[in-house]
């Protein structure tokens, strides 16, 4: 299915995972797939909650630094959004493998090696889990803004926008507006920050309502992240159950 400004995702097309998902996105594309819970090694045992192991497999070599880093990111944000304590002593299990990157990716800045692929991550990580019906204290939203040298924003940059970048933001929010990862490289103040949370928190949200004016603001650009989540998972429901329309 096709949803939001390029969006593509498939749901559940794995038939050894217990729920899978494929996101693809701005010209990365992630399959994902989630175990669990199952059974765990003693030695990975947690007594009172579940244990979470995030596997990252590059589009081509072996994994290194940069993908214990994202494991790292994900895992705790995972942690955040399972109800983990639901299944003391067993293990949740999420593989993202990467299956391809936009050119520019390949032969990326030195100063911002990590962030461009987390959002997208992030996405699959969340549609795999819904996908396994693993149960969730809250859904949520990520979403790659970059700074530029003339102080704009921009939402899923260009090669040239990530040229003239100041700094680089990774942002995830839940649907009712909680700031759940926040990342950044690059130089800017706590001005600049504070308008990149305010522009990210429009895109990842339907509306936000400022406390200090009251006033409700929406991406100018129409990009809304929430519906893309709510009529990805609407479009999966309506086609699980159209085999009770048969039987009517």
Request: aromatic share 4%; with cysteine; hydrophobic share 40%.
């Amino acid at each position: 299915m096709t949803t939001g400004k390029g969006s593509k995702v498939t749901l559940s097309h794995l038939n050894r995972a217990d729920g899978s998902a494929t996101y693809s996105d701005n010209g990365y594309s992630i399959v994902g797939a989630v175990n669990g819970p199952v059974e765990v090694q003693r030695r990975d045992e947690l007594p009172e909650e579940a244990a979470i192991d995030v596997i990252i497999r590059p589009a081509s070599g072996v994994g290194g630094v940069r993908e214990r880093h994202l494991e790292s990111i994900i895992e705790a944000t995972l942690r955040q959004v399972i109800l983990i304590k639901n299944f003391p002593r067993t293990l949740i299990q999420v593989t993202l493998q990467v299956c391809q990157i936009p050119e520019h990716h390949r032969t990326p800045r030195q100063d911002s090696p990590n962030l461009l692929l987390l959002p997208a991550l992030l996405q699959t990580s969340l549609l795999a889990l819904l996908s396994a019906c693993i149960p969730l204290s809250v859904t949520f939203m990520s979403v790659l803004v970059v700074v530029l040298s003339d102080g704009n924003f921009a939402c899923n940059p260009s090669p040239d926008e990530l040229e003239q970048a100041a700094s680089i933001h990774v942002l995830a929010f839940s649907l009712h507006g909680d700031l759940l990862v926040v990342e950044s490289e690059g130089s800017f103040d706590i001005d600049i920050w504070q308008g990149v949370f305010d522009y990210a928190k429009s895109i990842c949200c339907t509306s936000t309502t400022t406390k200090e004016e009251g006033r409700r603001t929406a991406p100018e650009d129409g990009t809304n992240l929430e519906g893309f989540l709510r009529d990805t998972l609407e479009k999966k429901i309506a086609l699980d159950q159209t085999w009770k329309e048969s039987l009517r």
